[in-house]
């Protein structure tokens, strides 16, 4: 017989060949394709031949790096079809015909029937690929019952399978395959231990699902795969309300793994949920930054392994929780938490950052994120900038930032609106699908907004004139929306609750302007009007009592004063955009100096 | 290939004058003439060279004025773009987006051998430029240094953007986000043929207060971005997109949808803004109003079926909501094949026709808008009444440029291929209601009209010319074949019946001339037309003279001389007469072959100034043999006229040479003869005398000859038969028959003519009647012969004459009549003698070949010699021929 051997030792080499030159550059998607197709073809001449025990060995290495290839371009119905066929080819020698209902009783069946062939070790090597490719299509219970991972552990620790794994690759004569099997079981049992982990987490069995990922630690694996164990067990233990020490794994993680940004993401998660404010500021300052760096999103481990984490861990429990915002949006948080904290001027500094951000001609390092699902409507983040400034005192800037939202919103503004009922609309009808209704109606807002923040900066000027203009052209826009039925709830963020809030900051502000000038019976119906739309407005209570004290009206004025004071402070402001906060910017009435004049009042 | 090429480079000549970076592109899907074509313009850079590119197959050719280069990639090309500081060039083919430089590829083109005339150099483009690896990719986009890659997936439409580099570098593209949209069915146009590729264009929103804005636009224009009127740019695309000054890039898919995507929007989708339910053929802006001339007021999509929609704002909505954006479709006559706007109008080629579309006479016309109650309707019955341009073949229109003059120029690639600039006058701007303007311009629009029915007048006349013309060449060409397959099929019957003649054929007479003192043979050609068919202008007869045999001395120099007379017309019956000089005296290079052909160049059916063009065809012609004369001895002998010498007669007199005196020339001759035969025995000693002589039966002759010659009687009398014997040699002329003239009749009056051989031997030619007996059978049978003796003292007079004779003979024997051979009895023992002979003498030549093969023995003299023996002992005994 020396054809066979002849053919083979051709064949051997050719695999070998291929090999080779897959190693030299794997990377690129157009060779993969084109080692792919050359796998195919050998594998396709070695199976032209019938089934002999001597070419049982190249067959299935062959089998091996085809279905490599095949999984990594995440063809996995192909590679599938590849190997069952391969080893019912492979099993035909042995008379074994696995005929089977399902793959885990296909496989079952075949390595009993090769336990004790020559050939054992091969098949092993492709129930490797069979779990990876399980794990890749989320199969996870189909791996546990099948304890793949202690079934393949024996095969790995075998002693002499490794003496002769290792004498192989010494021989030229012997088949070499693309990855190293030993390797592939590695990465497939960190893996399946983290898909499963994140799995456990969905289903709130995070006690399970620590212990586990507490096993998985111990593994050998890459970086990246060791940052997201303790990521995991970092969110198991937020869950399971231990969140200092959620924070301890957190920062494993990152040492670990210094690109884990999702790390970064939880631990400030847990910051704000602590009411850390200064720490959440911090975390989010970092990650900014970290963001920013070129290579932040690309995991770096794709180089070492030809099977990238990504194509095994794919599950849907596990990807949500590596969901890290993009950088827009973190510096929009960064922002909003630097104004709404105290650091003012930090704030405006990464509100104008942000704006540059989104105006840069070619946005360097920022990606356009198709979703980017925490970042308001660029109108309002014009007019949060613009509240920032007028926080920083830098009205002028403000007023720039307010020309150009009204600039551009002017000319579509409409007549006469109707506000409807949100409850009346169906739930399908989202923003996007709604017709420019809704649209008219938030330009109308934005508008309106920019003409109250630019009455508030002229306030802040002592440029009484002007703000009443300004207030007014605000009430003016105002009143064009009719509201469809009258009795509308006031919800929380909704289009009726931001209308009613700014007409009566609008009118407050108005109301003080007109003090100032000593308008005060204006004033007096603005003040009051004001709190009529917006009963909780803290400046137009106590300037309506200035008002009414002014007028001689005392009784009245100390009973508005001790109605406001009773008021729970900015209760109602938590979740409102910046710019529909009260100004603290505008000529202020200090509390003590009317509880004393209260006082002098004396009880009467 | 190298058509395409020839005509881009003369496209140079007028696009050197108006804008002039044209950057142009051609793809020719699967090689048929699905052809899909895009234009783009940009504006004088610093060098004024056009250049041009352009995509066929797998192939991009580029032409910079001075160079020109293609390159061959890999896979079809399905789109180029090209980078806004012209040195970089965007191709997409079938493995993904390749990116070539200018610069790179100059010096490529310039350090490859190629020659001017071999065409351009060939550069294959390496996969390192590879730099954005995806697949079907179908429409590219550049905006600012985004790559905007269009390809279409499985089940959608993938719009991926990609950062470019700064520098060609070999290394691939950063994928900044990719969008999707799902694909959706386009129905019926699914299956039929071509396949419309996406059209992606961006829009910029204008700035509010441009008052530099005839620069702004111009240079926007120039990157085919356009600027929208902001208020429209809002309406369509919502307020976000306008704050952040976000350019727009809009997608016309072959689904129909229309689909746009803020670029620099972060959380923007690709959304669809309006669905056309065809394929979109084309998105451009246009100004319709003059009021704000830096922003186009209106968006206009134009299906492949013929739907138009305009978007425009609309002041005042339905239930009062402010502005709005309108949405205004309009159907035209499609299919539209490509489109291009400018301010006011919208052009559109069908295929067949070019039509332009005035867009300003829709609701934004001031009339229109005060009555806001209805403004679709008049707009869609305005928009559908196109003007033609009568302009065919469009197949893609660069964007209109307005020259000086106003005039608008259209650029447009016609679908063979042509390269047309389209010039349009200028058009007055008509508005609807013309009964208001005044009366002025009511004059100048009249002039306008009567200025274009002058144009058309024109144009038909000139049609008309050229058809005249081209019936004329076709009439010209049929008359031709009619000529060609008359003279191929007489060439073919010619094979069977010999004896029939070609309806047109040539005839040829003899004469001698003496010019400076020389004496010449003229050969007369006539050719005769009795064929039912005009020989037309562009035939040319031509004639070929070449001598049988020639002397091995003479080398090859003596072979043919060719003589060719181009000729105007020949209408049936008529009779061209041509003559050319034959031979000089001395010359006896006889006999000589002339053989005659009808000759038609193919250039003479068209223009000079056409045929300039086509330098293959002024080679081409086609060439009709006619018939081949032989002009032998007796043709070339002068006859010795009895009261002129020879020597002494000149040219003028040669018609008049042969008096009819026959008395005088009996006498003359008779005493020739006898002189010379005193003259013989004298010269005997000095120079030998040789003759020849062939037997004729007499019965054959009077058989024939009567035939042949007028008959003289009913028996001619010896005497006579011997005269009309050589009448008949002496005067039949190449071609047979004879001339009808009198006057060169040459009357003979004795049965002895001395003549002047060609080379100035003397030459005695004579016939008497014999009688040969068959004397061994002692019967009594005898036949009657003449016999004709040849003496001369050249030998090579002797042997040109027996040679002409005996040919002359054998024709008259091939048209003699059956029974004369029947009643032939045969003379079995003259001819056994004769054929004993024949072996005798047959061995002798063989034996002093085979001695003058071998070299030895014999002398060259030795061995003419004793071939001059046998070949007179060949002539000794005649044989008779009956």
């Known amino acids: ?604 | 290939m190298r058509a395409t090429l020839s005509f881009l480079s003369s496209v140079n000549k007028p696009t050197g004058r108006s804008p002039s970076v044209l950057f142009l592109g051609v793809v020719v899907m699967e090689g048929r003439c699905a052809v899909e074509t895009w234009a783009e313009f940009g504006f004088p850079d610093a060098s004024r060279t056009p250049r041009i590119t352009c995509a066929r197959g797998t192939d991009v050719f580029i032409c910079t004025g001075s160079d020109e280069a293609v390159l061959q990639f890999p896979s079809p090309v399905s789109d180029l773009v090209e980078s806004h500081d012209k040195q970089l060039l965007y191709v997409s083919c079938g493995s993904g987006v390749y990116c070539v430089s200018f610069p790179f590829l100059l010096s490529r083109a310039q350090s490859s051998p190629a020659d001017a005339c071999s065409g351009p150099a060939e550069v294959k483009v390496p996969s390192e430029f590879l730099v954005v690896e995806q697949e079907s990719v179908s429409s590219l986009l550049l905006v600012g240094s985004v790559l905007l890659v269009l390809s279409q997936r499985d089940a959608s439409w993938l719009l991926s953007l990609y950062k470019t580099a700064k520098e060609a570098q070999c290394s691939s593209y950063e994928m900044l986000s990719s969008f999707s949209l799902p694909l959706v069915s386009s129905g019926d146009t699914e299956g039929t043929g071509m396949r419309r590729r996406p059209v992606l264009t961006c829009v910029h929103s204008g700035e509010p207060k441009s008052q530099s804005s005839s620069s702004a636009s111009s240079s926007t224009l120039a990157d085919s971005h356009f600027q929208l009127d902001p208020v429209l740019f809002k309406l369509l695309f919502g307020i976000e997109a306008a704050l952040a000054k976000s350019p727009v890039v809009l997608c016309g898919l072959p689904d129909g949808r229309l689909c746009f995507l803020p670029l620099r929007l972060p959380g923007a989708r690709l959304r669809v803004l309006h669905s056309l339910e065809e394929p979109v053929a084309f998105v451009g802006l246009s100004v319709v109003e003059e009021t704000c001339p830096g922003h186009a007021k209106c968006l206009v999509v134009v299906g492949e079926q013929g739907r138009v929609v305009l978007m425009k704002t609309v002041k005042g909505g339905p239930e009062g909501g402010g502005t709005t954006a309108g949405f205004i479709e309009a159907c035209v006559a499609g299919p539209v094949v490509c489109g291009s706007v400018d301010k006011h109008r919208l052009y559109y080629s069908t295929g067949s026709d070019l039509l332009v579309l005035d867009l300003s006479v829709g609701p934004s016309g001031r009339e229109s808008r005060e009555r806001d109650d209805d403004t679709s309707s008049p707009t869609a019955a305005a928009l559908t009444r196109p003007n033609s341009l009568n302009v065919c073949r469009v197949m893609a229109l660069a964007a209109p440029a307005h020259n000086n003059a106003g005039e608008v120029q259209l650029l447009g690639l016609s679908v063979r291929g042509q390269l047309q600039a389209i010039v349009l006058p200028v058009v007055e701007r008509r508005d609807e209601a013309l009964s208001n303007q005044p009366s002025a311009q009511v004059g100048r629009s009249v002039g306008d009209l009567l200025s274009a029915i002058g144009d058309v007048c024109q144009r038909v006349s000139v049609l008309k010319n050229a058809i005249k013309d081209k019936n004329q060449i076709l009439r010209h060409l049929n008359q031709v074949l009619n000529v060609s397959f008359l003279l191929i099929a007489s060439t073919n019957s010619e094979e069977h019946r010999p004896g029939q003649e070609k309806p047109i054929r040539c005839r040829a007479l003899t004469r001698w001339s003496r010019l400076l003192q020389k004496d010449s043979l003229n050969l007369t050609c006539v050719l005769d037309n009795s064929s039912p068919y005009v020989l037309e202008q562009g035939w040319t007869l031509s004639v070929t003279v070449f001598p049988v045999s020639y002397s091995p001395g003479a080398g090859e120099e003596s072979s043919s001389t060719n003589f060719s007379f181009p000729f105007n017309y020949l209408h049936p019956g008529e009779t061209l007469e041509v003559s050319l000089p034959l031979a000089a005296a001395g010359d006896t290079s006889f006999p000589m072959r002339v053989s005659c052909s009808l000759i038609f160049s193919l250039s003479s059916l068209l223009r000079e100034e056409e045929t300039i063009h086509l330098p293959g065809l002024q080679r081409s012609c086609i060439s009709l043999p006619l018939n081949t004369l032989t002009v032998d001895w007796l043709h070339a002998l002068q006859v010795n006229n009895p009261t002129t010498h020879p020597i002494n007669r000149n040219a003028t007199s040669q018609s008049n040479h042969y008096p009819t005196d026959t008395v005088k020339a009996f006498l003359s001759s008779h005493r020739t003869r006898c002189s010379g035969r005193g003259e013989s025995g004298e010269k005997k000693a000095e120079r030998e005398q040789h003759s020849a002589r062939i037997r004729v039966s007499s019965e054959l002759l009077r058989d024939t000859l009567v035939d042949t010659l007028e008959p003289q009687g009913p028996k001619l009398s010896s005497e006579n038969l011997c005269i009309s014997l050589l009448d008949w040699l002496l005067s039949e002329h190449p071609g047979g028959g004879k001339i009808g003239q009198q006057g060169d009749r040459i009357a003979l009056s004795s049965s002895c003519v001395h003549a002047r051989g060609p080379n100035g031997d003397s030459v005695k030619l004579s016939a008497k009647e014999v009688h040969v007996g068959e004397e061994s059978t002692g019967k009594e049978e005898h036949l009657s012969a003449v016999e004709v003796q040849l003496d001369s003292s050249s030998i090579a007079t002797v042997c040109g004459l027996h040679h002409a004779v005996l040919s002359r003979i054998q024709a008259l024997l091939q048209s003699a009549p059956e029974r004369t051979a029947s009643t032939v009895r045969v003379q079995s023992l003259g001819l056994r003698e004769a054929l004993k002979r024949a072996e005798r003498l047959s061995e002798q030549i063989q034996q002093s070949r085979i001695s003058g093969a071998f070299g030895m023995g014999t002398s060259t003299g030795q061995m003419s010699r004793s071939l001059l023996a046998v070949y007179k002992e060949l002539r000794e005994n005649p044989l008779l021929i009956i």
């Not at chain 1, 920062?251 to 850390?276: F, P, W």
């Not at chain 1, 949060?384 to 830098?394: D, K, N, P, Q």
């Not at chain 1, 306030?459 to 203009?469: C, G, P, S």
């Open chain 1, 1 to 604: 017989m020396y054809q066979p051997t002849c053919l083979l030792n051709t064949w051997v080499q050719e695999n070998n060949e291929l090999v080779k030159k897959w190693k030299v550059r794997s990377r690129a998607q157009t060779h993969l394709r084109w080692c792919s197709s050359e796998f195919y073809k050998l594998l396709r001449k070695t199976q032209g031949v019938p089934p002999h025990p001597d070419h049982v060995h190249l067959e299935l290495s062959v089998v091996y790096n085809a279905c490599v290839c095949a999984t990594v371009q995440s063809q996995f119905t192909e590679a599938q079809l590849l190997l069952t066929q391969a080893i019912q080819r492979a099993l035909q020698m042995t008379s074994d015909d696995p005929v089977a209902p399902d793959l885990p009783a296909f496989w079952r069946k075949v390595l009993r029937s090769v336990v004790n062939t020559a050939f054992n070790s091969c098949v092993l090597d492709l129930l490797c690929l069979q779990w990876a490719m399980w794990l890749a299509t989320c199969q996870l219970k189909t791996i546990q019952e099948f304890k793949l991972s202690s079934l393949v552990e024996t095969r790995g620790a075998g002693v002499g399978d490794d003496k002769r794994s290792e004498a192989r690759g010494k021989t030229s004569d012997a088949p070499l395959l693309v990855t190293d099997p030993r390797r592939l079981v590695e990465l497939l049992q960190i893996c399946t231990s983290i898909a499963q982990g994140a799995e456990r987490l969905s289903e709130d069995q995070s006690s399970e699902a620590l212990s586990g990922l507490q096993k998985a630690s111990s593994l050998p694996a890459p970086r990246t795969l060791v940052a997201y164990v303790h990521l995991l067990s970092g969110s198991c233990l937020s869950h399971m309300n231990c969140p200092q020490m959620a924070l301890q794994c957190y920062r494993k993680a990152l040492e670990t793994d210094s690109c884990c940004v999702c790390a970064l993401y939880q631990s400030m998660l847990i910051y704000r949920q602590l009411g850390n404010t200064q720490a959440e500021i911090q975390a989010l300052r970092l990650l900014h930054s970290m963001l920013m760096l070129p290579s932040a999103t690309v995991p770096a481990l794709a180089g070492t392994h030809l099977f990238s984490p990504s194509l095994l861990l794919c599950s849907q429990s596990l990807s949500s929780l590596l969901l890290v915002p993009s950088a827009l949006s973190v510096l929009h948080n960064l922002a909003l938490k630097c104004a709404l904290h105290g650091r003012v001027s930090e704030g405006v500094e990464h509100y104008l950052d942000l704006l540059a951000a989104l105006h840069s001609e070619d946005q360097h390092g920022v990606r356009v994120y198709a979703e980017a699902p925490r970042l308001p409507r660029l109108p309002e983040l014009y007019l949060e900038a613009g509240a920032a400034l007028l926080m920083a005192r830098r009205s002028a800037d403000c007023m720039a930032l307010c020309n150009e939202v009204i600039s551009t919103t002017l000319e579509l503004l409409p007549e006469r609106l109707v506000l409807e009922d949100p409850e009346e609309r169906s739930e399908a009808e989202t923003r996007d699908v709604t017709a420019e209704g809704e649209d008219k109606m938030a330009m109308l807002l934005w508008a309106g907004a920019a003409y109250l923040l630019q009455g508030h900066c002229h306030t802040h000027l002592k440029d009484w004139k002007q703000a009443v203009n300004h207030f007014t052209r605000c009430i003016n826009l105002l009143v064009k929306v009719r509201c469809k039925k009258t009795d509308m709830v006031v919800k929380q963020g909704s289009d009726l609750c931001v209308l009613q809030r700014l007409k009566g900051l609008s009118l407050a502000g108005r109301g003080i302007a007109f003090t100032q000038t000593n308008h005060l019976r204006e004033a007096l119906r603005d003040l009051l009007l004001s709190l009529q739309a917006f009963p909780e407005c803290v400046g137009a209570g106590l300037w309506c009592g200035e008002v009414l004290w002014r007028l001689g009206r005392r009784q009245e004025a100390v009973a508005c004063w001790e109605k406001t004071w009773s008021f729970t402070t900015q209760s109602s402001a938590e979740g409102l955009p910046l710019y529909l906060r009260e100004p603290q910017s505008g000529p202020l009435l200090d509390s003590k100096e009317l509880r004393h004049r209260i006082q002098e009042l004396g009880p009467t």
